[in-house]
């Protein structure tokens, strides 16, 4: 089964600062990956959506990058700022069941002013 | 606008009671999932619907029903057999073919007394 791990589990970084957060899963057969954003109590927000031919799709500040052969995807976020706390999940649609994502457990990301 | 409608937002229930939590979606979207997400676990599958009038089990569907009589409408009953009903569900939907993104809604919170 398609495993989807995120590490760090919690980040926390100053304000204006760019970061990396990742996302690895086991199984390169995926049809894509797409990342959320999920504030406290709320549903998730799509950020980003990779087809499995693209190498990377770009939104604002927001930067996501895939490396299926090696089982890996990062997104960047460009001069951060407070309004980026959140929690940010990754989630493959795996080939060839494809009926459902599986999920990250996410990386909480505390940006400090 | 197009999104999708949980209700309610919070709900309590006592134990042995039946609960249905509403979904609907005005995205014109053939597929839809009801996923629970709980402290440190994840996001996990509860049933998926691929069409109208049929849906599938996901990982988590002991205790649980659905219904897809219509396309935009997607109920899930939390029934007295879940033992441990408390948490937060999330209702989802997109449409099909490889590239579909993946929606939320803003989520259900479900507590038993």
């Known amino acids: 089964k398609q495993e989807v791990t995120q590490i760090p589990a919690a980040l926390s970084v100053p304000e204006g600062e760019n970061l990396v957060l990742n996302c690895s899963f086991t199984d390169s057969a995926i049809y894509n990956l797409q990342w959320f954003r999920q504030d406290p109590g709320k549903g998730l927000t799509s950020l980003l959506l990779i087809q499995s031919s693209q190498r990377e799709q770009t939104s604002g500040r927001l930067n996501a990058s895939l490396d299926k052969s090696s089982g890996r995807s990062t997104l960047y976020i460009a001069a951060s700022q407070p309004g980026d706390s959140a929690t940010y999940l990754c989630a493959v649609r795996p080939i060839p069941s494809g009926y459902a994502l599986n999920f990250g457990k996410g990386t909480s990301l505390l940006v400090t002013p | 606008d197009g999104g999708i409608t949980q209700s309610p937002k919070y709900l309590f229930r006592k134990e042995g009671q039946n609960v249905t939590l509403s979904c609907e979606q005005n995205?014109?979207?053939?597929?839809m999932y009801w996923y629970r997400q709980d402290p440190g676990q994840g996001l996990r599958l509860i049933y998926y619907?691929?069409?109208?009038?049929?849906?599938q089990k996901g990982d988590i569907a002991e205790g649980y029903s659905v219904s897809r009589e219509k396309k935009e409408s997607f109920p899930l009953t939390v029934t007295s057999a879940q033992k441990n009903p408390t948490a937060f569900y999330l209702c989802a939907s997109r449409r099909t073919g490889a590239d579909g993104e993946l929606f939320f809604g803003e989520g259900s919170r479900l507590t038993v007394l």
């Open positions: 619907s691929q069409i109208v009038n049929d849906f």
């Open positions: 995205l014109n979207h053939d597929a």
